[in-house]
């Protein structure tokens, strides 16, 4: 079943080889699946910073606190919502958190590993973003993906199916 197959063993991996590279061609695949998340109004008002320059790696797994792996990691991408192409205020945030799942999955079947690390909405790490990535002011950092090859996958499926999440028609 597919869903097994994909989409039920997709995990969070932190462990990394070490500063192996992932070709431009896997990269662009990435980003043009990320790119076919739904949006609102179909405004897509995502932009991506792919970072793959091993001192600035290293320089933001020095300032943001939950990810120390980017060190080991291939690359990272920011994803960020442009206010300026968003179909409604904030819609940029739901927007591209759908392009960071589509980009998480599209890792996973390509077998390379990725973290969601959040920047927004913690205002001081998104004024450090968009600072040193030189953002314009409506240009808005919402998450650090970090990508590389697995150096382990997590190895047990676990169970997240929870009947008691379920509500219909009310609570």
Not at 9 to 27: E, G, L, M, P, Q
Request: proline share 5%; with cysteine; hydrophobic share 40%.
């Amino acid at each position: 079943m597919y869903l097994e197959a994909g989409l039920l063993t997709r995990r969070s991996v932190r462990k990394f080889v070490k500063n192996h590279v992932i070709s431009d061609d896997n990269i662009r695949d990435l980003l043009k699946i990320a790119m076919y998340a739904p949006s609102g109004c179909n405004k897509q008002p995502w932009e991506f910073i792919v970072v793959n320059d091993r001192s600035l790696c290293d320089k933001i797994s020095d300032i943001h606190p939950y990810a120390k792996f980017l060190r080991d990691a291939s690359l990272a991408v920011v994803v960020c919502g442009n206010e300026q192409q968003e179909c409604a205020k904030g819609h940029w945030i739901t927007d591209t958190s759908a392009a960071i799942e589509n980009l998480l999955l599209a890792c996973h079947g390509l077998g390379l590993g990725a973290c969601w690390c959040g920047i927004y909405p913690d205002a001081a790490l998104m004024k450090t973003f968009s600072s040193m990535l030189n953002l314009p002011d409506y240009i808005k950092p919402n998450a650090l993906v970090v990508i590389g090859y697995p150096l382990q996958m997590p190895s047990s499926v676990q169970d997240r199916f929870r009947e008691d999440k379920i509500h219909y028609n009310q609570w």
